[in-house]
């Protein structure tokens, strides 16, 4: 039976469902207070002329985009929203979040992960981050997975990208065009639910110049998506599908492509799990260094109870950050 995992780390809350050792989803939470589900006051600063669509400005000072405005909405007004998908950070840009009018509801914060995961219907368990739960399961090749983008499955590969406007799924391999993408549709149905993605996702299978052979994958991938919510294209003739769900928070592959601040919550996480005694010493390039703030290190001297030291390494990838007992 399916069951919720879950990790209360530092700055990051951390959840798997698995069943019969292995990972079937995922979710990552990073602490953001203006995130999906969040019913606040705002202030109207932009209308857009002849849309119903605008800019609003939250108490905190955060801006985010409305849709669905009434039309005697007028800018100056104090409006109450509900947030519907947080505020995304890109390469080379930030996506403000999105809301919607919410006149009716009471005001009140974000669900907490926990609280989510509990209105799923799946058990839930908490478990300790020293413990092995996570591991056993294979966490540590999800979040390879997710830092690299790079999935592997019989036959061939998945290069999985983030990008502005969709994340895109390139299948790669050897064997026939047709097996080879026959191949990747159960890849492509696992990556959704484990890496977290939604949205537009676009999938570049291998151009099939038979009409047949295109029905028979868009077959395969309706049986494999049958409990996804969203909505797909048929293959065009260049091998091109694209998927369509709800957007509500960042994949796990737009989480780990912000290098410094995944690794960050990566190397405490790894420091937690010390079990050797002695102080514990961090040894990270500069700008995980920096992605640290005061308040997670006095957190982690606090579950840890040990006394925290630094070694900064310019030299060191983000990805190589690591944590060690050493004697005190």
Known sequence: MA????EAGISEER???????????????????????LVANAQLVTKLAGARRGLARLSDGT????????????????????????ALAERGRNKRAQARPAPDDALAPAPPLLDELR?????????????????????DKLVEQAQTGEVDFAGGSLAISPTPAMALIDVDGYGSPASLALSAVPAIAAALRRLDLGGSVGIDFPSLAEKRERQAVDAALGEALIEWRGERTAMNGFGFVQLVSRLERPSLVTRYACRAEAQARILLRQAERVAEPGTLLL???????????TEWERDLARRTG???EWREDATLAPEAAFAQAVPT
């Open 3 to 6: 069951e919720w995992l879950y």
């Open 119 to 139: 209105q799923s219907g799946v058990p839930v368990r908490e478990v300790r981050i020293a413990g092995p739960d996570f591991a056993d399961h294979g966490w």
């Open 283 to 293: 040894t990270a390039p500069p700008a995980v260094r920096r992605a640290i703030r």
């Open 63 to 86: 801006e985010v985009l409305i849709d669905g405005l009434a039309r005697e909405a007028n800018e100056g007004d104090t409006l109450r929203l509900r947030i519907v998908r947080p």
């Open 15 to 37: 959840a798997i469902m698995v069943e019969r050792g292995s990972i079937l989803a995922a979710r990552v939470e990073w602490g953001e207070t203006v995130r999906a589900g």
């Open 306 to 308: 040990r006394r925290i």
